[in-house]
């Protein structure tokens, strides 16, 4: 990637953002903390970056407009279709594993 110009390169991680998203959105049954707990990171991260990447360049994005847009609706809609209880031994690894962010 060193040989490819800031803008394509800008480009192509846009694109790679939005596939991800995308199969994030696909993948419901993956709940953020399996995500949390395997990769240290969740849907909730990626919308924190989004809207801390947009405060560093002063565009006005909330925190409920930035996870709409990584989970595809609201958050809570997200929640209450897709989101099921954590148990004991997810927890146990999210307080192992749990990164400081």
């Not at 800031?6 to 998203?21: G, P, Q, S």
């Not at 560093?56 to 209880?85: F, I, N």
Request: glycine share 4%.
């Amino acid at each position: 990637m060193k040989d490819i110009d800031d803008r394509t390169r800008t480009e192509l991680e846009a694109a790679a953002f939005r596939r991800l998203v995308e199969h994030l959105r696909e993948r419901t049954d993956v709940q953020n903390i399996d995500l949390m707990n395997l990769a240290g990171f969740c849907r909730n991260c990626l919308s924190n970056w989004l809207k801390d990447a947009a405060a560093e360049r002063g565009v006005a994005l909330s925190k409920e407009d930035s996870r709409t847009h990584v989970y595809g609706m609201p958050y809570d809609e997200w929640k209450q279709r897709h989101q099921g209880e954590a148990s004991a031994s997810q927890l146990a690894d999210f307080e192992k594993t749990k990164p400081g962010h």
